[in-house]
């Protein structure tokens, strides 16, 4: 049997295969990157520019249209804090005291590349080609579309989010049809509404989100 294992600050640690709504969480962490990243600036900009501008770039995000197969969110998942996310949704499952920051601390530039190997092993992402779709493009078979077939076959959302990656590839190389541009969105986003509303800090630590928080510079003299 395969280890997907790794061991770090002597405790060892158990990877499971990524789950269709890992992914969707991983998405929309890359969607609200840069409302993060004002987040973290929070203490240093007056509050009477800091709530219109955070209201303007949470409506940039918002506005987005991403998809997992996009060009930013395939990027993301080949940079140290992109993995570093990827590996956090894979360990919640086995470990679910684990928080984000703390998966962080576990991963060095000596073990990420071996952690995340085993990630992509354990997630049948090592060996994933790209099938052709209708209109040439070859992108994978869209996610969108399989959640939308799936609650149109009486699936609720939760069930869909808990099939893992390498279940959804076997159900994707099965498919006798390739999905169509007609048989998906006009937006080709989600078909699981996300509601990115009234989103605080707090929300989207426990949506799984990293959050950066600075260190306080210390008061002058």
């Not at 997630?123 to 078979?141: I, N, Q």
């Not at 579309?145 to 699936?155: C, D, K, N, P, S």
């Not at 937006?187 to 600075?214: C, W, Y």
Request: aromatic share 6%.
């Amino acid at each position: 049997m395969p280890d997907f294992s790794f061991e770090a600050k002597e405790q060892r640690y158990h990877l499971s295969p990524l789950s269709l709504g890992d992914m969707r969480a991983f998405k929309e962490w890359v969607q609200l990157k840069p409302w993060f990243a004002l987040q973290a600036l929070k203490d240093k900009i007056p509050a009477e520019l800091f709530e219109p501008e955070s209201k303007r770039i949470l409506s940039s995000c918002m506005d987005k249209e991403l998809t997992e197969s996009s060009p930013e969110v395939e990027e993301a998942m080949s940079t140290s804090e992109g993995i570093t996310q990827l590996v956090y949704l894979s360990l919640r499952r086995n470990h679910p005291g684990l928080s984000a920051e703390t998966v962080g601390e576990l991963l060095t530039t000596r073990n990420l590349p071996e952690v995340a190997e085993k990630l992509m092993a354990c997630s049948g992402m090592g060996g994933k080609k790209k099938r052709d779709s209708a209109d040439g493009s070859g992108d994978d078979f869209s996610v969108g579309v399989f959640y939308r077939h799936g609650l149109e076959a009486g699936l609720t959302p939760q069930q869909i989010d808990e099939i893992t990656l390498p279940q959804w590839f076997a159900i994707a190389e099965a498919s006798d049809t390739e999905p169509s541009s007609s048989s998906s969105s006009s937006s080709g986003t989600m078909q699981i509404p996300i509601d990115l509303h009234n989103l605080t800090p707090e929300r989207a630590a426990s949506l799984g989100f990293i959050v950066a928080t600075p260190k306080k510079e210390p008061p002058q003299a």
